[in-house]
């Protein structure tokens, strides 16, 4: 069963009250009551969506997704929003949140990736939420600016917003609280982060509680993972570790240590779900070289430097061999 935490529900809960919509009507049909909403347990998904549609239909003039944007901040997101709240910095945090964030919420995925631009953060649903997806993608989009500013300690203005819907009639309201460009009608809901931002300390780390926070998330993914039989969850975790670096892509040592596994206990671990770090890694270094000579004016021989390669024959071997032409020849054929 798909569940979220209870905080959404909360704070939509108190602000329909302080309008003077009664509690029978804003919970019809939901399964849920004020008590189950203040107890701090995951709620089911279905009850939650359906308290969404209540309170959007009995206070039309209110937009759920921008009141719910406005009081939400990333502790919202539970266990997980609180490690990332003390990373090192955004690039670590936003890390954490694509690993764990589905402890909290299982109806979707915060999908990050390093890019040459930055990073992107990627927002997917694992289920179909109906006519409520808009009201999803406000609040993500506003807790998530939220986030960026708070460990920037600015209001980021060059981060660029990917809406997947039709612009709104209320679109001046996302104007007046999105302090970046924003895009319409895109394939995939996503906020670009530009790279200045990723790596810039936190003045909010605290590093004993972050490794805390860190094993006490790894212990239980690995619970949930083994009470519901999730098919290779070693796997998803080391490709969400490794799309949140940039080249050239750490090694085993280091991803066992964010891991909190031994080396040896993590490459049996991933033998027993069917692959192997050096495959891992093989897939995502090929994604980057064709970003850099899709996107760059760097020379091979650069482009394979920066992906590590010892030399840049290597690197055109490789890169022959899972895409069936040269560099120089892939990158001729880009419009």
Partial sequence: MNTIGPAYALFIYQAMIEKGIASEELLADTQLNQQLLEAGDNIPMDGFLTLLNNAD?????????????KRSNILVLGSAGMAAAIAPNLRQGLHILDSYSRLHVSYLRVAVRSNLQGMSIGIDFMQDVGTTKRFHVETAFMLFQNYLETIAGEAVADAHYFVPYTKPDYASEYEALIHS????????AHIQVPRRV???????YDNPAWIESQKFLANRLKYQTEQEAEPQPYTQHVHALLKAHEPPLPGLSYIAKQLHVSERTLNRRLQQEGTNLRKIKAAL???????????????????????GYQDSANFRRAFRSREGCS?????????
Avoid: C, M
Avoid at 181 to 188: A, D, F, K, V
Avoid at 327 to 335: A, D, I, M, S, T
């Fill in 327 to 335: 560099p120089k020849y892939f990158r001729e054929q880009q419009p």
């Fill in 181 to 188: 460009p924003i895009t319409y009608e895109h394939n995939e």
């Fill in 198 to 204: 990723l790596d810039v300390a936190s003045p909010f």
């Fill in 285 to 307: 270094t090929h994604t980057w070289a064709k970003q850099y000579l899709q996107e760059s004016e760097l020379t091979i021989d650069a482009i394979a430097s920066v992906l």
């Fill in 57 to 69: 239909s009995l206070s039309p003039e209110s937009h759920i997704g921008i009141l719910l944007g």
